[in-house]
C-alpha cells in the first residue's frame, strides 16, 4: 500500500539542491565580481542576489505570516545599496532563508496548499487571495528566473554560473 505524504515536502524536492547550486556558485564571488553586469540598466551580480533574498524573506515573512525572527534581516535588506553584500554575507541570506522555507515545507500538509493569503501591490492596493501553492511556486519560478540572470551575468565575464 502506497502512503500518501504527511507534508508537502516530497512535491518540492530538487528545490533544494538547485539552493545548493546557487549557495556554491555564490560562495566565492569577489566584491568586483558583485558589480558585473551585462548592461547598465540591468541588475548588477550583488544586486541580482539580494533580491532573491529579500524576495523569499518578505513573501514568507509578510506574505505566508511565517513571523521567523530569522527573516527580519533580510526583509530589511536594501537592495538597491551599495556596496553590494560580501558573498559570505549572501551565502548566509541565501541558506537562512532557505532553512525557513525547509521547515515549512516540512511542516505544511497537502490540504495547507488552499489556505489563502493577501498581498499588496506598490500603491499599497490588496492583491490576492493568492493560495499558498501560488506563493509557492512564484518563488521558485523567481529563484530560477534570477538564478539564470545571475548565470547570464556572470557567463558574459568568463565566470562560472549554476552548473545544472
Do not use: C
Request: aromatic fraction near 12%; glycine fraction near 6%.
Amino acid at each position: 500500500m502506497i502512503q500518501s505524504p504527511t507534508t508537502i515536502a516530497p512535491f518540492y524536492k530538487g528545490w533544494n539542491e538547485y539552493q545548493h547550486h546557487l549557495a556554491r556558485v555564490v560562495a566565492p564571488l569577489t566584491s568586483e565580481q558583485m558589480a558585473l553586469q551585462t548592461a547598465p540598466h540591468l541588475r548588477p551580480v550583488g544586486m541580482t542576489i539580494t533580491h532573491i533574498i529579500t524576495v523569499r524573506a518578505g513573501w514568507f515573512y509578510f506574505v505566508l505570516n511565517e513571523r521567523d525572527e530569522r527573516l527580519v534581516e533580510f526583509t530589511e535588506w536594501e537592495e538597491w545599496a551599495q556596496p553590494y553584500k560580501s558573498s559570505t554575507e549572501l551565502v548566509r541570506g541565501l541558506e537562512t532563508t532557505w532553512q525557513v522555507i525547509e521547515e515549512a515545507l516540512n511542516r505544511w500538509t497537502v490540504a495547507e496548499l488552499n489556505d489563502e493569503f493577501w498581498d499588496q501591490d506598490d500603491t499599497g492596493k490588496p492583491v490576492g487571495p493568492l493560495t499558498r501553492q501560488w506563493v509557492l511556486w512564484h518563488l521558485i519560478e523567481h529563484d530560477l528566473h534570477h538564478g539564470g540572470e545571475l548565470s547570464f551575468t556572470l557567463g558574459t565575464h568568463g565566470v562560472a554560473g549554476i552548473n545544472l
